[in-house]
């Protein structure tokens, strides 16, 4: 398995790639999320992220196609009256191909994020997933993941 930098020509390639973690949003909040219609549904998105300073993704390809990605972006907020200055790495967006699940390719994208962000010499990742998602849970925890915030909702 190879994992390289994406480049602004990979924004048909990511938005494919995003499918399937688009379609399990979809199937458990179909009320938020949209049903992916086509490869190039989320084109537009990732060509303002390639085009940010700020934002770095990573493709895994085994063989020439591509398997999985990951979407890091810096985060850098000012000091405020309630929280001291914070400097992170987001993982925006990461998706293997279901097929492919299980086999090491996110624990491989993970482990680029973190340098990743040690080259920015952040020292903090952070990331978030919806509820439903527990098979994403057991990943994160079991790659050294804390939770730190819970969001409530009630519809009215």
């Not at 997933?129 to 804390?146: I, L, Q, R, V, Y």
């Amino acid at each position: 398995m190879n994992i390289r930098t994406a480049t602004s020509q990979d924004s048909l390639l990511l938005s494919n790639l995003c499918q399937d973690v688009q379609r399990l949003h979809a199937k458990h909040h179909p009320d938020i999320f949209k049903i992916p219609a086509t490869d190039d549904f989320a084109v537009a998105f990732f060509d303002e992220m390639m085009a940010d300073k700020n934002v770095t993704a990573f493709i895994a390809e085994e063989n020439g196609h591509a398997i999985g990605s990951i979407l890091c972006r810096l985060i850098e907020r000012p000091e405020g009256p309630f929280t001291l200055p914070m400097r992170y790495v987001l993982i925006d967006q990461i998706s293997v191909r279901p097929l492919e699940q299980g086999s090491g390719i996110g624990t491989a994208l993970m482990k680029k994020a973190e340098e990743y962000a040690r080259e920015l010499a952040v020292d903090k990742i952070q990331l978030d997933s919806w509820g439903f998602n527990t098979k994403a849970h057991a990943f994160f925890e079991d790659k050294g993941f804390d939770k730190f915030n819970f969001r409530f909702w009630r519809k009215i």
